[in-house]
C-alpha cells in the first residue's frame, strides 16, 4: 500500500447492516430468490460490476436422474500382455504346457548388474523385453532358481 492514500475511513458494520443495505430479489433459472446484491458505482467509462450473493440454491436436489449404468470406458479392453501370457499357458522357454508358473525379479536393474560375469539365457531373454516377469513351466523354474540352463535357448 502507498503512504500517500488514505484506506479509508474503517467503519465497522453489522450483519444485519448488511442485509438491509444489500438485500435484492435475483432473479434465478428457477425462479425468483432473495439475495444480496452489491454493485458499486463507477465514475469513469469501465463497465458496471455486480456481485451476488444467494443466486444459487444450496437445497439438494432429490429428483430421480436415469442411472448411466454403461458408462464409457477410459481403458483400453484389450488384456494386459502378462494376462495374454498367462492365458497362453505355455513355457517361454521350453514351449511345454505342464504347470505354468511365473518368475519375477524384483527390479530390471538386477538383470544386468555391471561388472558381473555374463548372464544366463533367460536373464538376457528378460532384459531384452524390458519385463520384470517370465512365464516358465515347473522345471524351467526350478533350473532358474538352482542356477542351471533352462529348456531350450532362445
Same mark, same amino acid.
Given at each position: 500500500?502507498?503512504?500517500?492514500?488514505?484506506?479509508?475511513?474503517?467503519?465497522?458494520?453489522?450483519?444485519?447492516?448488511?442485509?438491509?443495505?444489500?438485500?435484492?430479489?435475483?432473479?434465478?433459472?428457477?425462479?425468483?430468490?432473495?439475495?444480496?446484491?452489491?454493485?458499486?458505482?463507477?465514475?469513469?467509462?469501465?463497465?458496471?460490476?455486480?456481485?451476488?450473493?444467494?443466486?444459487?440454491?444450496?437445497?439438494?436436489?432429490?429428483?430421480?436422474?436415469?442411472?448411466?449404468?454403461?458408462?464409457?470406458?477410459?481403458?483400453?479392453?484389450?488384456?494386459?500382455?502378462?494376462?495374454?501370457?498367462?492365458?497362453?499357458?505355455?513355457?517361454? @522357454?521350453?514351449?511345454? *504346457?505342464?504347470? #505354468?508358473?511365473?518368475?519375477?525379479?524384483?527390479?530390471?536393474?538386477?538383470?544386468? =548388474?555391471? &561388472? /558381473?560375469?555374463?548372464?544366463?539365457?533367460?536373464?538376457?531373454?528378460?532384459?531384452? @523385453?524390458?519385463?520384470? *516377469?517370465?512365464? #516358465?513351466?515347473?522345471?524351467?523354474?526350478?533350473?532358474?532358481?538352482?542356477?542351471? =540352463?533352462? &529348456? /531350450?535357448?532362445?
Amino acid at each position: 500500500m502507498v503512504a500517500d492514500q488514505d484506506p479509508g475511513p474503517e467503519i465497522p458494520i453489522t450483519v444485519p447492516q448488511v442485509y438491509r443495505r444489500y438485500r435484492a430479489v435475483l432473479v434465478t433459472e428457477r425462479g425468483p430468490r432473495r439475495g444480496l446484491r452489491a454493485a458499486p458505482d463507477r465514475d469513469d467509462e469501465r463497465p458496471p460490476v455486480e456481485a451476488h450473493w444467494g443466486r444459487i440454491s444450496l437445497a439438494r436436489d432429490i429428483a430421480p436422474r436415469p442411472l448411466d449404468d454403461d458408462p464409457i470406458r477410459i481403458w483400453n479392453s484389450r488384456r494386459s500382455e502378462l494376462v495374454q501370457r498367462l492365458l497362453a499357458e505355455a513355457c517361454e @522357454r521350453c514351449d511345454s *504346457t505342464h504347470k #505354468v508358473e511365473v518368475h519375477y525379479v524384483r527390479a530390471l536393474k538386477d538383470l544386468n =548388474p555391471k &561388472g /558381473r560375469k555374463p548372464q544366463p539365457d533367460w536373464v538376457e531373454q528378460m532384459a531384452a @523385453r524390458r519385463r520384470k *516377469t517370465l512365464v #516358465v513351466c515347473r522345471t524351467c523354474h526350478e533350473d532358474i532358481h538352482a542356477g542351471r =540352463p533352462t &529348456g /531350450r535357448p532362445r
